[in-house]
């Protein structure tokens, strides 16, 4: 193989590898995957700038919570619904 072929190779799987991180880490993990596979670089970048759809905010203390959390864990105040 030539040196250019290996150097793009390596560049495009580290960047399959960090989105696919990313969509782990963000919940959605075939996105990520789909993402890093197609577009590479820019699916990272997409990633990195889409919000996470499983998680959001409580109300009352803005600790990150699951969406469909009945109690928060940390100020255990009722935030069924109430999700931001």
Not at 44 to 73: A, F, V
Request: aromatic fraction near 14%; hydrophobic fraction near 40%.
């Amino acid at each position: 193989m030539d040196e250019s072929m290996v150097f793009w190779l390596g560049f495009y799987l580290c960047f399959f590898a960090m989105s696919t991180y990313v969509g782990f880490k963000k919940n959605n993990l075939v996105a990520g995957v789909l993402l890093g596979y197609v577009l590479g670089p820019i699916g990272l970048i997409l990633l990195l700038m889409s919000s996470d759809r499983k998680q959001g905010t409580c109300p009352h203390c803005s600790q990150r919570i699951d969406r469909q959390s009945y109690i928060c864990p940390k100020c255990e105040q009722k935030c069924y619904k109430q999700v931001i």
